[in-house]
Each structure stands twice: as C-alpha cells, then as structure tokens.
C-alpha cells in the first residue's frame, strides 16, 4: 500500500470535513415540536439546562431531596445546575459541553458566565423566527418528532386539524400500547375502539384500527417504541401478541417501518423522573428473530447498551430489512459516536444512519449536530484516506453523495 503524500490526505480531509458541514440532515428521531404544539416545544436557555442530562448529573453534587428540586421553578432548577455544573465545576460533560456550544453558536458571550445576560437574549426572540435560526444553525433541513397519541396534549392538536411546519415529520410512538396495556384499555375504549384486556379477535382488528387512524391523521413516516432489555420476542405477554397481530401486520399493509430502540431501564431511580432510566444489555437473538420472521416488515433499531453494537450491526449484515440508527442517549457522547461509527462503517459501508440527535430542546439540535458531524467527519475521512492508499481516489461528487447518504437519505430510502 502507497504511503500517501501528507497534502493528499489533507485535502481528503477537507473534501470530507466540507462535505458534512454542508449537508442539509433528516433528523430522523427528535422529541422537538413546531410552535403549533405550544408548551410541548421547549426552547431557550431554562430548558436547555433542565434537560434531563443534566438534571442527573447536578444531583451527583447536590444533596438537596429529589421533591424539593422538582417543586421549584424551572427558573430555579436552572439557576442550581447552571451553579452548581458550570460555575463550581468546570462544564466538561458532553451536556455542559452542549449547552456552550448552542450559546456560542447562537453568537453569544459564553467567557462573560453571565446567566441573565443568555435569558435576556431568549426573551427577545419570537419563537417562529428562532426555529428557523435553530434549523439553519444546525443546519438541518426536516426532522422527525416523537408523537404520543396517548398524551392529551399532543392529542388535542392533532385532532383539531391544524396545519403543521412540513419541516416537522411524524413518528407514531406506541410505547403506551406496548408497554402498559392493562393501563391503556380504558383510554382506547373510551376513545371508541372496542378492545378488551385479553386480546382476541375483535380486539386485535380494533387496534389495528387504531394504528392506521393515527398513522394516516399524523402522516407518520414509521412507528416507534422504546422497549426494556428484558425485551422478549417470541413470548406470551400483551405486547408479544400485539406486535405480532397488531403492529406488524399494519406495519406491512401501510409500508411503514416498526422503529425499536431497545435497552432502556426505565426509573432505576424513579426520585430522578426523567433523569432516572437506566442501561441494560438486552437479547440480540429478539432482532434476528423479529428480522427474519417478518421478511416482509422493515425495522429500524438502535440499541441503547454499548455491549450490543457489535452484535447489531453483524445482524445488519445478514437482514437487509433491518436499518441501524443513531448513538441513543447515553452513546450520544464523541467517544463512544467515534467507536460505534468506525465499527459501523467497516461492518455495513454506508447502509446505515450514523446519527439521530433525540434533542429534546429546539435549540440542542444545533449542539448536537455540530459535535456529531465533527467526529462522523473525522471517521469518514480516516475511510476515503485508507481507500486512497489502495489506489481508488473518490471524487469530491461521490464524497457528497455518500455522506447526503448517512445524513438522512438512507432513511428516506430505506421509509419509502
Ligand atoms: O434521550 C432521551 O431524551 C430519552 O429520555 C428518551 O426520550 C429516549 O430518547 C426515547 O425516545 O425514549
Ligand atoms: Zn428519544
């Protein structure tokens, strides 16, 4: 192999760095919201702080009781952590780090440490304008959100009909179906669907009713769940049978992938709300069997262990129904996005999506999009440079092509 020449490898690096800079991102799985959804689209410095990150990491420092944080104001809760994370410690968690980056980016003074200087600067924006300085910042052109008809609030603008920003695509969430049934009987019954608790004939055709009326009044381009690793499949539980004679079968009839993002130990410590789910390994062998039993259903999954990536992306190789996805919150760090982003490159090529940003606050999308297109770069180039040292020269066109490949249109492709 040819020892290349240092100014042929800087200007791979370049080509690439420009390249990914510069690609407009599908953001294929967010929980932000167009100003139609109201309070549901948090922005600004205050939540930018109280993001559930950060709330569990101050609360390592704090002894304050769990109750009494949550009983404070917003304002409150992020005058203790912007204190107690930035100002008696130094900012160096990826979160903190984030927080810096979407403040200096927004083109203000992070060395000033001037908290109210950052929320005079929010209280003067109109938040239309500010989602598309947040899109343009980051650099996306559409995202997808997170859409929970089981949540009133989400459900009341859906069902009044408004017309929503294009740039906003949806994802129907049924965690509510999948992983509390008992509890979600009554809700459906109320809401006309004829279901009962043991899940027979005339239940299974209702929820699959359901589906489809909220996949086609949502426009959902997949639908999604988050499960635990304890995650069975086959097995005899609600959510076994209602993926297998509910989810699936609609998935199939209306084209549209079932997203699984599995792993999550939900309130390992429930003090923490939010902040308190945890990590687990979970079952490989759940993937394959979903992949290869349903041929006909395409998945899209990310999983949240570090201890099941490898594994997943060795099943990638030999399902072409199932799409990998993302760095999922506590991969959403530049070490462990560089390691899972190499390993993916060198497993599957370009067939995947890297990254997804799972930005809870409008404005993070413009921190984490900057940090995880720096490090996909850095892999990326390091791949066209080992190329480059067998002979094969991609050009600037192919470059492009590949990285508007990983940055959202493998997933248009693999949706539609
Ligand atoms: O990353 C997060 O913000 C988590 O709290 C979850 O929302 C997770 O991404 C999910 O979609 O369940
Ligand atoms: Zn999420």
Same mark, same amino acid.
């Given at each position: 192999m040819a020892q290349l020449p240092q100014a042929q490898i800087d200007t791979i690096r370049e080509t690439v760095s420009r390249a990914v800079a510069e690609v407009k991102i599908t953001d294929i799985h967010t929980h932000i919201y167009p100003p139609v959804f109201g309070e549901l689209l948090l922005w600004g410095v205050d939540e930018l702080l109280t993001y559930h990150y950060l709330v569990a990491e101050t609360m390592r420092y704090v002894d304050i009781p769990y109750d009494r944080f949550w009983a404070i104001s917003k304002r409150s809760q992020a005058d203790l952590i912007w204190k107690t994370l930035f100002l008696e410690h130094s900012p160096i968690s990826e979160s903190c780090?984030?927080?810096?980056?979407?403040?200096?980016?927004?083109?203000?003074?992070?060395?000033?440490?001037?908290? =109210?200087?950052?929320?005079?600067?929010?209280?003067? $924006?109109?938040? =239309?304008?500010?989602?598309?300085? &947040?899109?343009?910042?980051? #650099?996306?052109?559409?995202?997808?959100?997170?859409?929970?008809? *089981?949540?009133?609030?989400?459900?009341?603008?859906w069902l009044a009909n408004k017309p929503i920003d294009s740039r906003f695509h949806a994802a129907l969430r049924i965690d509510g179906l999948l992983n509390s049934w008992d509890a979600t009987v009554p809700r459906l019954r109320e809401w006309g669907y004829s279901v009962s608790p043991d899940i027979g004939a005339e239940t299974v055709a209702e929820v699959r009713r359901f589906l489809r009326d909220w996949i086609e009044l949502m426009e959902a381009l997949y639908m999604?769940?988050?499960?635990?690793?304890?995650?069975?499949?086959?097995?005899?539980?609600?959510?076994?049978?209602?993926?297998?004679?509910?989810?699936?079968?609609?998935?199939?009839?209306? #084209?549209?992938?079932? &997203?699984?993002m599995i792993g999550v130990k939900k309130l390992t410590n429930p003090g923490l709300r939010l902040a308190g789910d945890?990590?687990?390994?979970?079952?490989?062998?759940?993937?394959?069997?979903?992949?290869?039993?349903y041929a006909d259903a395409r998945f899209l999954v990310t999983m949240l262990a570090r201890e099941n990536?490898? =594994?997943?992306?060795?099943?990638?190789?030999?399902?072409?129904?199932?799409?990998?996805?993302?760095?999922?919150? *506590?991969?959403?760090?530049?070490?462990?996005?560089?390691?899972?982003?190499?390993?993916?490159?060198?497993?599957? #090529?370009?067939?995947?999506?890297? $990254?997804?940003?799972?930005?809870?606050?409008?404005? $993070?999308?413009?921190?984490?999009? &900057?940090?995880?297109?720096?490090?996909?770069?850095e892999a990326l180039a390091g791949k066209y440079i080992d190329l480059a040292a067998s002979g094969w020269q991609a050009s600037e066109d192919e470059i492009r092509r590949d990285v508007a490949a990983l940055f959202g249109g493998n997933f248009w492709t693999f949706v539609r």
């Open positions: 780090r984030g927080v810096l980056t979407t403040l200096d980016r927004l083109g203000l003074d992070v060395s000033t440490r001037n908290l =109210e200087e950052y929320r005079r600067f929010f209280a003067a $924006q109109k938040v =239309e304008d500010y989602v598309d300085r &947040a899109f343009e910042l980051a #650099g996306i052109e559409s995202v997808v959100m997170t859409n929970d008809p *089981f949540d009133d609030l989400e459900r009341r603008t999604a769940v988050s499960l635990p690793p304890t995650f069975a499949f086959p097995e005899s539980s609600p959510r076994a049978k209602l993926i297998s004679e509910c989810v699936l079968p609609v998935a199939v009839e209306t #084209g549209r992938p079932f &997203a699984m945890s990590v687990g390994k979970s079952s490989i062998e759940v993937v394959e069997y979903l992949c290869s039993n990536q490898h =594994e997943l992306c060795v099943t990638a190789r030999k399902f072409r129904n199932l799409h990998v996805f993302g760095c999922w919150w *506590f991969l959403n760090n530049p070490s462990i996005i560089d390691e899972m982003t190499r390993m993916r490159l060198e497993l599957l #090529g370009l067939s995947v999506t890297p $990254q997804h940003s799972d930005a809870r606050v409008l404005d $993070q999308v413009i921190y984490k999009w &900057a940090h995880s297109r720096a490090i996909i770069a």
